[in-house]
């Protein structure tokens, strides 16, 4: 079973364009987080939720959007694609509190913006 | 401010050699925690290891080993008798409870073992 798992692996879309990305954890962690991998392999948090609540949104472009149905879910949703969104996304769970575990990742989702 | 640095930015080493990367963090709080990830070429994202904070004891797992020094803010990481599969980025990661519970991630090491 797949601890953590996103869809699409890879998405190749044109600009002006609206996609999603989804995402997925079975392992019951009360934290989900969205990370940026650049070109460079900068690993740079986008989104963390914690109990499906919103809990840091770095400096972000509001074109991007991250929704927490429940627990277990946080999909990242993007607006109007540019040539610069262009990266690996990464989706990401932990348990904080007296429980902390490492932080699980996804598989990545190579998104490419022609 | 970089609460993790990986001052190394590429290493090359031959194989057998051995060949330690470098991390150092920042914070101010007493509790946190510090991990190492594997990042191969094929791209995924692979756990290595977790220290608390209030566990400094050095950790060997067959030729992986750790050393964590609160006193020098280091948490080093030591690959013996590399091998060509250990060609990877590896990065170096910090998380504080107080801050949401988001890992900081260091900027990584990409390591190439030459055959």
């Known amino acids: 079973d797949t601890a953590v798992s996103q869809t699409p692996k890879y998405l190749v879309t044109q600009m002006g364009n609206d996609k999603s990305i989804k995402c997925e954890q079975n392992?019951?962690?009360?934290?989900m987080y969205w990370y940026k991998q650049d070109s460079k392999k900068f690993l740079k948090i986008m989104f963390s939720?914690?109990?499906?609540?919103?809990?840091i949104n770095e400096t972000v472009p509001n074109r991007f959007s991250p929704k927490s149905p429940d627990k277990a879910h946080l999909n990242l949703h993007i607006n109007s694609l540019e040539l610069g969104d262009s990266a690996v996304y990464f989706c990401?769970?932990?348990?904080?509190?007296?429980?902390?575990?490492?932080?699980?990742f996804g598989q990545g989702t190579r998104l490419t913006v022609v | 401010a970089q609460k993790v640095t990986q001052a190394q930015t590429e290493i090359s080493v031959v194989e057998k050699e051995d060949v330690t990367l470098d991390c150092v963090y920042e914070?101010?709080?007493?509790?946190?925690?510090l991990f190492w990830y594997k990042q191969p070429p094929s791209g995924e994202l692979v756990f290595l290891i977790r220290?608390?904070?209030?566990?400094?004891q050095n950790e060997i797992s067959g030729r992986y080993s750790w050393n964590f020094q609160k006193s020098t803010s280091s948490f080093n990481f030591t690959i013996t008798a590399s091998q060509v599969v250990d060609s990877a980025v590896y990065f170096c990661?910090?998380?504080?409870?107080?801050?949401?519970?988001?890992?900081?991630f260091g900027t990584g090491t990409s390591l190439t073992v030459i055959p």
């Open positions: 392992l019951g962690h009360d934290t």
């Open positions: 939720y914690n109990n499906k609540e919103l809990i």
């Open positions: 914070t101010r709080d007493t509790t946190y925690y």
């Open positions: 220290r608390n904070s209030f566990d400094e």
């Open positions: 990661a910090l998380s504080e409870p107080n801050t949401g519970n988001q890992f900081y």
């Open positions: 990401a769970s932990s348990q904080g509190g007296l429980k902390r575990t490492e932080a699980f």
